[in-house]
């Protein structure tokens, strides 16, 4: 019976002006979204109007009640019908229980059904003519000597069920045998709810009369027909058996899967094709059923399994069992399954075997990579983690591992990556993404280490698959000493040995980015060439180191003359540059110029000894005089040579424009 809400609808035909007159009806109505608890409107069936208010559909007394109080109200008077109708529907199954315990009980599960879905076909059959007749018999159906048996409510049902049970040989005694006792089922469940019952005596009145037609058309139909007709019936009904059996045995004999059948003592009843070939070498489909080549004792391939099984009181059991099959094995999952007929009483066992020899071999090879992956991951000397890309969590680390920070095993693994990583949580967020998207795979970090020391690393990372799991593999460097080493490089490469100034390869890399900028922004900046006047004689007087300590001077009083954005250099010997980043005014420029004549007139001591020098400065100005960072520093040179023409310690600004 469908599943949803318990639904009456109320005749409300005198609704348009005349008085209300009721005559409920019940019906179910698939649970949706527009049909909640005390939803209600009128409808129109069958050329009727309909009040229909809707209530949960549950075998719960309480609920019922519920049901029926709700499906009530001022203007609705409760009937018999209606709440007899509410209790049918909301108890299937506690008949289909009541009608399968007396079965048993009286041994009639002998000769019906073993499948209880075919009792629960012949409750709702049997509830559904009952509904019917509760929608349309205001009063109890009595019997009279001029009662039309044959437009009874249910009679159709009642002659097509007779001859149905007839043609499978049924007798009739047995028959009504039993529908008495569907009778007393019927009966039983209105002394059950009769709580919530308008008129239990009522209902069960109703049931008896009910019933009581049923039988009564059985028997007429059961009468009708000659010897003939009921030959006929016997013989489409085995016709019918002989179908059924065909349709058992080529479902049963296409089983991709090998099945066996065995009796209550563990002999093999019938195996299908896939089983017969498989222990049998047989390649003909049936042979088992129509030639009889069963064994006569316990199915010899699962007799250890099979004495253990049968006497237990398990329902089913599943094992791994092998199987030699010429310079083969295979493996299977063999399923024993105890067959139950509806008592409950033990027919037999069904054994299904499902190949799984590929799926063993599967995890065999799994297993194996797991085992090689696991010792080349413990024993690499390179650091390794596994780290979750979602939370950041350590999952594992390796030996050396542990060793490089400090941690053992356990509180490493009780870490996030974010508490060894110096980015922010952000940051490295972003990071754990692209590698797991396979965008980057080459990071260079900085980690901190438990004795609090931060080591610069280079790390290999990628996503991986470790039992499932989807993770990313890290494969750590140190390359703190490698850092060391290439800033080391770089810092000769870039800057002058003697005085620590950026030297000219580093200046005209700043002097391009300076230039590029100034375009971008509409800036302007200033390129001084500075050379210092008499540095020859120190030289001569001092010696080279007396020069170099000079010289050393002269750079730190330059330096300190500028913004700390801007940039002084050596160019060689004893000739400096200074680039004047985004300096927007000429009197800034020239102020600048000032201040470095006047650091270089100051006295310096060298070798004990005061010396004396001074400086010739030339100007170029960007964008003014060009763009080009070699043109500028070839003219700001050009204008120093003119301020040492000019008679030395002075300022000079290029005379060419572009």
């Given at each position: 019976m469908t599943r949803g809400r318990v639904c009456i609808l109320s005749d409300i035909g005198g609704f348009w002006g005349g008085p209300w007159r009721f005559r409920l009806m019940v019906t179910i109505f698939p649970d949706t979204d527009g049909m909640n608890t005390g939803n209600f409107g009128l409808y129109l069936l069958r050329g009727k109007f309909y009040l229909l208010r809707a209530a949960p559909l549950n075998r719960d007394?309480?609920?019922?009640?519920?049901?029926?109080?709700?499906?009530?109200?001022?203007?609705?008077?409760?009937?018999?019908?209606?709440?007899?109708?509410?209790?049918?529907?909301?108890?299937?199954?506690?008949?289909?229980?009541?009608?399968?315990?007396?079965?048993?009980?009286?041994?009639?599960?002998?000769?019906?059904?073993?499948?209880?879905?075919?009792?629960?076909?012949?409750?709702?059959?049997?509830?559904?003519?009952?509904?019917?007749?509760?929608?349309?018999?205001?009063?109890?159906?009595?019997?009279?000597?001029d009662t039309d048996f044959a437009a009874s409510p249910g009679a159709a049902f009642a002659v097509e069920e007779a001859r149905r049970h007839r043609a499978r040989g049924i007798d009739l005694s047995l028959f009504l045998g039993l529908m008495k006792y569907y009778r007393q089922s019927y009966v039983d469940l209105v002394d059950e709810r009769s709580e919530v019952l308008e008129?239990?005596?009522?209902?069960?009145?109703?049931?008896?009369?009910?019933?009581?037609?049923?039988?009564?058309?059985?028997?007429?139909?059961?009468?009708?027909?000659?010897?003939?007709?009921?030959?006929?019936?016997?013989?489409?009904?085995?016709?019918h058996l002989a179908n059924e059996k065909n349709k058992y045995l080529t479902i049963f004999e296409s089983l991709a899967p090998p099945v066996i059948l065995l009796d209550t003592e563990g002999r093999v009843d019938n195996l299908n094709f896939a089983a017969a070939r498989l222990f049998r070498k047989s390649a003909i489909p049936g042979s088992a059923y129509y030639g009889g080549e069963n064994e006569q004792g316990v199915f010899a391939w699962l007799e250890e399994e099979l004495e253990a099984f049968l006497p237990g009181e398990g329902t089913d059991l599943v094992l791994e069992k092998s199987l030699e099959d010429g310079d083969h094995e295979l493996v299977f999952e063999v399923r024993l399954q105890r067959m139950l007929d509806v008592s409950g009483k033990f027919t037999g066992i069904a054994v299904t075997l499902n190949d799984i020899t590929a799926r063993k071999a599967s995890e065999r090879a799994v297993r194996e990579r797991d085992s090689q992956y696991h010792a080349l991951f413990e024993n690499n000397h390179s650091v390794m983690l596994l780290i979750d890309p979602a939370s950041g969590a350590i999952v594992d680390a390796n030996p050396a591992a542990c060793t490089f920070y400090g941690y053992d095993h356990a509180a490493l693994t009780a870490m996030n990556i974010d508490q060894v990583n110096t980015l922010d949580r952000e940051e490295l967020r972003i990071e754990l993404e692209r590698a797991r998207g396979e965008e980057k795979r080459v990071f260079h970090f900085r980690h901190r280490r438990c004795d609090g020391e931060v080591r610069d690393v280079e790390v290999f990372s990628g996503p991986i698959r470790v039992r499932g799991r989807g993770l990313l593999y890290s494969i750590v460097h140190d390359v703190t000493e490698r850092r060391r080493l290439q800033d080391e490089i770089w810092h000769q490469a870039n800057y002058d040995a003697l005085t620590g100034l950026p030297n000219r390869s580093l200046f005209f890399d700043r002097l391009g980015q300076a230039i590029a900028q100034a375009r971008r922004n509409g800036s302007k900046g200033a390129l001084l060439f500075i050379d210092l006047d008499h540095f020859k004689a120190v030289n001569d007087t001092h010696g080279h180191a007396g020069g170099d300590q000079l010289l050393r001077e002269a750079a730190r009083r330059l330096a300190a003359c500028v913004r700390q954005s801007d940039t002084v250099a050596r160019m060689g010997g004893d000739e400096f540059t200074v680039l004047l980043a985004e300096a927007a005014e000429e009197e800034a420029v020239e102020e600048a110029c000032r201040r470095i004549l006047q650091q270089l007139s100051r006295p310096f001591e060298v070798s004990g000894q005061e010396a004396r020098v001074s400086g010739a400065v030339g100007i170029a100005l960007f964008p003014l005089h060009g763009e080009d960072p070699a043109v500028l520093l070839q003219r700001a040179d050009m204008a120093m040579y003119t301020a040492k023409e000019k008679g030395r310690n002075g300022v000079w600004l290029s005379g060419i424009p572009t």
């Open positions: 007394k309480g609920l019922i009640s519920q049901a029926m109080k709700l499906n009530t109200g001022p203007d609705i008077s409760p009937s018999p019908q209606a709440s007899f109708a509410v209790v049918l529907e909301a108890s299937e199954e506690w008949l289909i229980d009541r009608i399968l315990a007396i079965a048993r009980q009286r041994n009639y599960i002998r000769y019906t059904s073993t499948l209880r879905e075919a009792w629960r076909l012949s409750i709702a059959s049997l509830s559904e003519q009952l509904l019917g007749a509760l929608a349309i018999c205001p009063e109890i159906p009595e019997l009279s000597p008129d239990a005596q009522w209902c069960r009145r109703f049931v008896d009369r009910f019933f009581d037609r049923i039988e009564i058309c059985f028997c007429a139909a059961w009468a009708e027909g000659g010897e003939d007709e009921r030959i006929d019936e016997m013989r489409g009904a085995n016709r």
